[in-house]
């Protein structure tokens, strides 16, 4: 007997205003937990309007914005242990604040710096760097994962990605290795319903991609992207079952981006007004504040005292950015090999003397 119809759960505790849609789980009494929560979602938010601005006045490059999905990178962030590891992709600001990566590092990195992917703060030492080939971080999780695994160790590599990079061969490949060797890992699947100007709808025939688990015989669920307290809830018992030797678990978290792919797109071009407009309704922090405040946990002086915070935190790290000077243009050689192989020597040299040239301004490139 066949069936084509596949039931996933899907978890939501709010409305999209705030209101409470059922009883929630013991953790959310603690109101300490969901103001550090709701902090973590506003000071990711003003950090992505300031990285916006100084890509617009030319002080880093294309910056990729976390607007309207932060509460997936806060809830990631707030259970993964120091000694796990994240695996990255570019739109992961929200969780590399929250494991203990820099502000200022993160302006490295999009301002084109090496020294942006080699954080200071331990716990996050050996967290990868953003990936930007779409969907290889997965596989490169699935290493990290064999790895613990070999080793006995309690520690799960937890890796993210867009709703597109589910079509790519290397995210279903690695679906694959990971439920044939039961690996420690958790996948998160930011579907935000855009993969640059393509329409989620487009992307794959499947109703949900939570189900691409299913095919690689491990357990997969959607959660409202847009509910941190839903996010928070199921990453816990994701991340729990991976350490335990459960095996792995995919959780694709529906949200909606609402500002462009990144800097250099505009996607009044290809979506409309009325879209984008519908789906402020739905952002994670308006929610979050809406319910605190209907449990008379938060108001307007809390939320003033709030962002001046959050934006002297923000300023403090441009201001750290600024002073860190530029690179050595060599430095983006620096790290892609052990030993610079001798087959490019003369590419690096080329390089270094145009570099020369330029600095003694008597070239153009
Ligand atoms: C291997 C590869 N192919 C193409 C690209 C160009 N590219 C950059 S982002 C993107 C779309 C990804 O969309 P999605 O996975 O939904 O992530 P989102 O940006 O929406 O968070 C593409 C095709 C790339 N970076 N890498
Ligand atoms: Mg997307």
């Keep these: 007997m066949t069936s084509n119809k596949i039931e996933l759960a899907f978890t939501r505790y709010l409305s999209p205003d705030g209101r409470l849609l059922g009883p929630l789980p013991e953790w959310a009494d603690d109101f300490n937990l969901l103001t550090r929560l709701y902090r973590q979602m506003v000071l990711t938010r003003l950090f992505d309007q300031k990285a916006v601005a100084l890509q617009r006045t030319g002080r880093i490059g294309t910056y990729a914005p976390t607007l309207g999905q932060e509460a997936i990178g806060v809830a990631i962030g707030s259970l993964m242990q120091p000694q796990d590891v994240l695996i990255p992709y570019y739109r992961d600001t929200a969780v590399q604040l929250m494991r203990g990566v820099r502000m200022e590092e993160i302006l490295l990195y999009w301002g084109g710096d090496e020294r942006g992917s080699d954080y200071a703060e331990p716990a996050v030492a050996q967290?990868?760097?953003?990936?930007?080939?779409?969907?290889?971080?997965?596989?490169?999780?699935c290493g990290v994962a064999s790895a613990f695994k070999i080793r006995g160790e309690h520690r799960v590599a937890v890796?993210?990605?867009?709703?597109?990079?589910?079509?790519?061969?290397?995210?279903?490949?690695?679906?694959?290795?990971?439920?044939?060797?039961?690996l420690p890992v958790v996948f998160v699947?930011?579907?935000?319903q855009w993969?640059?100007?393509?329409?989620?709808?487009?992307?794959?025939?499947?109703?949900?991609?939570?189900?691409?688990?299913?095919?690689?015989?491990?357990?997969?669920?959607?959660?409202?992207g847009n509910?941190?307290?839903?996010?928070?809830?199921?990453?816990g018992v994701a991340i729990e079952r991976a350490r335990q030797g459960k095996g792995p678990v995919l959780l694709e978290c529906l949200s909606y981006r609402l500002g462009d792919h990144t800097t250099a797109d505009?996607?009044?071009?290809?979506?409309?007004?009325?879209?984008?407009?519908?789906?402020w309704q739905e952002e994670p922090i308006k929610r979050l504040q809406s319910f605190m405040a209907g449990q008379g946990v938060w108001d307007e002086g809390r939320e003033q005292a709030l962002i001046g915070e959050c934006q002297a935190l923000v300023q403090q790290s441009v201001d750290n950015f600024?002073?860190?000077?530029?690179?050595?243009?060599?430095?983006?050689?620096?790290?892609v090999y052990a030993k610079w192989p001798?087959?490019?020597?003369?590419?690096?040299?080329?390089?270094?003397?145009?570099v020369a040239r330029r600095e003694g301004g008597q070239g153009h490139e």
Aim: charged content about 20%; overall charge negative; hydrophobic content about 40%.
């Design 266 to 279: 505009d996607a009044t071009r290809y979506r409309s007004a009325e879209e984008v407009k519908q789906a």
């Design 159 to 182: 890796t993210t990605c867009g709703d597109g990079a589910t079509s790519k061969g290397d995210f279903l490949e690695a679906l694959n290795v990971a439920g044939a060797w039961q």
């Design 322 to 335: 600024e002073a860190a000077g530029t690179q050595a243009p060599a430095s983006v050689m620096d790290h």
């Design 342 to 354: 001798a087959v490019l020597a003369d590419q690096r040299e080329d390089f270094l003397e145009r």
């Design 227 to 235: 509910d941190i307290l839903a996010v928070y809830d199921r990453m």
């Design 195 to 224: 993969a640059i100007s393509v329409p989620r709808r487009i992307q794959c025939g499947a109703p949900t991609l939570a189900q691409k688990a299913i095919g690689a015989g491990f357990h997969g669920e959607q959660v409202d």
């Design 189 to 192: 699947i930011n579907n935000n």
């Design 127 to 141: 967290d990868f760097p953003l990936c930007v080939p779409i969907a290889t971080q997965a596989l490169h999780a």
